[in-house]
RNA sequence: GCGGCAUUGGCGGAAUUGGUAGACGCGCCAGACUUAGGAUCUGGUUCGAAAGAGUGUAGGUUCGAGUCCUAUAUGCCGCACCA
């Protein structure tokens, strides 16, 4: 019987579905349980295109893990759902007027249908998706809590604000004289989610504001817009409170290290100290930062950012119109132009400082090289030991005091920490290290500045000015904001007439008319009532897309609670992750909220682990395969000729050719169909080729098959997987084609999944004939015996399928498979015994297929609920000497020897043995190697 | 500029703890079966005629290095006026 994958794998995941075979329960009451294991993949936005060919390359890797696991003894947690609210959705319905809900909806269906071919062993009935009121309102939820939190520094929690307030109006007596309004404006500067004037990325073409890891180089991620500052009113999110915990967090959890690097660098912890600058002619100090403590001394000039407070303090009457106009011409500047145009600019205020070690005068600037989000905004300058100070200094002419032995300031700053202090009074003779120590300890002696850690790590912006998104539970009375009860969630997206921005600038829900909050009946009604006394406007931003996606994988353990985001029992059953696979991408963005979110849901009690993601592995990117046809555009050229790739080299062609894009579904293995091509596009009608051999197409007879050995060779390129490259691959093809097992096994065949990879179906059919072969292994089972090398092909492949899954190395297992192939089928094996084995162990590869010869051999039960078998080293091993390897008639191997044996009794010893012996046949062996300890290898 | 990762045949890539370099697959070559082959099966395939050489390059540690160390080149990724 051939390998009819279609009929297998349809026939199989029906029986899944009807069995329930991949429900997951949590354990019930006095139950013990199975071991728990968490498997999940990075939820995907379910786009218009639908899945290509990349995008279930980690889904397979995290399925073959979950099955194994499953197959292992674990209760396994592996569920699928969708980041469902997003801006391309938005911006669709925008421009159709087609509701984002429908869309998202449609697509949602699309990607199930898609996942669902492949086989996967999601628990769709524990699925999810961002956008439905039944989750939201558990985003809306954590966002009311974050509300009423502040960050306590010294206990290192969130604790309720209301602790805060009850504090305050014990010690504080200013407290109870400020009025409501007062009152709350204070505490707004405690809550974790809060309200802030800040300076934002602010997108004019997608109306909207972003994230700062949803800008790059000054444009937006989406869509490439270009991004301004601006100061507006927005919800901000505390997450800098975390910084120190999310660093530390790092270490006890096992990422890679340039994933984790990346989070490092992100959170960006220095140390430092923040030292005081006295003002000529004014009381109070000014405070800066700096972690070159030790270059005090060279500090020639200092330099304020433009957005700083102390700027208005310093700028004297003289330099005040100067001043106006440089800060005025600051503000106008874009980010891009900033970051394009990197010229030194700034301007004198007309004040000095004094420095404390020197008491000398040095004076005070403006600039925008000194950002007002970092440190204190106001730096001191050294120029002999910092490239950004030096070129200030350069170009106002300035002094430049070297403080390091030796080092040459003539031309450039001397950066690095190292070398012997000069001229610098009371550090001179020290190394650059004990400098900075020395200088530490001294400030705060002193009493001129204390040691200080600072992070780069700013509060997350999280208002968006669109409609796509959560509501936030909030609503406005006197100005100030107030929480909508809890029991009144979710707070549910309202319906609106038009997606876009109104005509007076506020976001989308500006056009929602029943969108007003009536505080008496805890309810939402029309917006014509609102009359700010009982019933008030609501929030007009919504959420970015993070508010959803940092929480999701604890909802997944208990998707239906109503009473709870999720129950203590489920979390503390599940308790985190054990594997996460997604993207690089999300390495600053979600994987930075993600650990916000739960730590803040960890001193809320909620959780009971303080990092979400145990392990962590990022898939690489499949980038497409791109094909090119070459038209020949030299002498005489019609315009309709194309040459073979193999051939463009020549004297004839070359540089006389142009390459084309061509869809890589019209080739197959480099060669393309030309019939096809032909009809692909209308210009491509009467197309004329130069075949691989040289020779013409036949004019005549156009419709060449190939059997006439003309091949037409493509062209290749890497390339980004995009549709204008004409590169997309579809699963669903390669499924229809060549099957769910098959594309699985291929992904995983096609390289480590670490690695960023070309999309190539040119080994597609090695895979495929692989499977074909060991179908037909199952033609005739017999029940005989096994022998000792069928049992040895076996368990090598246990082994080695077992050590690869256990360190997520898959793309080496599938050629075990095929070796153990090779052997059984060499050895003409047909044991039940050992294919019954054989399809356990492919069952988290190639499920469907592993099922039917599972199926086969035992004629009831799912593979998929096979024991994991273990191998046994019996079979492996032979007879006393370890791991004898021989070839070209040598023979290799290794003994077990006491210490201290000199070249000669080894010799003995060896010969003395009786396996070595066997091989060595009295010969004296040509090495004999002695290791530190015991073992010995010996080369005939 | 800072940080991380990579570099092995014609190609994708194996080599798990320092111990047979090139597994497995693609491609290619030869053969078989075929009217036919883009099907299937069998054998061969690092380079070199051979001696030999060989894991980007140059050194080092080691009995032994693709693997460890030092320098260097190239490519990819992340951050980037963060004091």
Known sequence: MDYDFQAIEKKWQQEWDKRGAYEVKNPTGEEPGKEPYYVLDMFPYPSGAGLHVGHPLGYIASDIVARYKRQKGYNVLHPMGFDAYGLPAEQYAIQTGQHPEI???????????????????????????????????????AFSQMFNSY??????????????????????????????????????????????????????QLGTVLANDEVSEGLSVRGGYPVEQRVMRQWCLRVSAYAGRLL????????????????????????????????KGQDEPFTIFTTRADTVYGVTFMVLAPESEYVQRVVTEEHKTEVEEYLAWVRHRTERERIADRKVTGVFTGSFAINPLTEKEIPIYISDYVLAGYGTGAIMAV??????????????????????EGADVSEQSFDAKEGRMINSGILNGLEVKDAIARMKAYIKEKGIGRVKVNYRLRDAIFSRQRYWGEPFPVYYKNEMPYLIPDECLPLQLPEVKDFKPT????????????????????????????????????????????????????????????????SREANRYWRQVNLYIGGTEHATGHLIYSRFWNK??????????????????NQGMIQGRSNFVYRYIGEGASGNLYISYNLIENPEYKGKVQPIHVDVNLVHNDVLDVNAFRLWMPQYKNAQFVYADGSKMDEDNPYISMQQEKN?????????????????????????????????????????LEMSKPWDTNGIDGV??????????????????????????????????TWDIEHYSFNTSIPAFMIAQNELSALKCNKRAVLVQIAVLLAPFAPHIAEEMYHRCQNDGLVIDAEWPEWNEQYLEESGVKYPVQFNGKVKFTIELPKGMSKEEVEKAVLATEDAGKYLNGNAPKRVIVVPDKIVNIVL
């Open 103 to 141: 869309t998202t909806e449609k697509n949602i269906k699309r990607y199930v249908e898609q996942l669902r071919k492949i086989g996967f062993c999601y628990d769709w009935k524990r699925s999810v998706r961002t956008c439905d009121p039944d989750f939201y309102r558990w985003t809306q939820w």
């Open 768 to 801: 495929h004939r692989f499977l074909r072969k060991l179908w037909n292994m199952y033609e005739n089972i017999s029940d005989g015996e096994p022998t000792k090398e069928e049992l040895r092909s076996l368990h090598k492949l246990i082994k080695k399928v």
């Open 248 to 279: 530390e967090g790092l270490d006890k959890i096992d990422w890679t290290e340039s994933l984790k690097d990346t989070q490092r660098n992100w959170i960006g912890r220095s140390e430092g100290a923040e030292m005081q600058f006295n003002i």
């Open 712 to 752: 037409y060779i493509c062209g290749w390129a890497v390339e980004k997987m995009s549709k204008s490259m004409y590169n997309v691959v579809n699963p669903d093809d390669i499924v229809e084609h060549y099957g769910a097992d098959t594309l699985r096994l291929y992904e995983m065949f096609l390289g480590p």
């Open 503 to 566: 005509e007076d600038g506020q976001p989308p829900l500006g056009n929602a008319q029943v969108w007003a909050w009536d505080e008496k009946n805890n309810q939402v009604v029309d917006k014509a009532l609102i009359d700010n006394t009982t019933v008030f406007p609501l929030e007009l931003c919504t959420m970015p897309g993070f508010a959803g996606s940092s929480a999701y994988y604890l909802r997944y353990m208990d998707n239906k609670n109503d009473k709870a985001l999720v």
């Open 151 to 204: 960050y306590d520094t010294d206990r290192q929690q969130a604790r309720p604000i209301s602790e805060l307030v009850s504090r305050w109006e014990k010690e504080d007596p200013t407290w109870q004289t400020l009025s409501e309004k007062e009152q709350q404006a204070r505490l707004m500067d405690y809550r974790i989610a809060y309200l802030a004037d800040t300076k934002v990325n602010w997108c004019p």
């Open 383 to 404: 120029p002999a030991h910092d490239s950004r100070d030096y070129a200030f200094a350069k170009h106002f002419n300035l002094p430049v005091i070297p403080l390091i």
């Open 600 to 617: 803040f849901l960890y001193d809320l009690g909620c959780v009971c682990e303080d990092e979400p993601f145990k392990k962590l592995i």
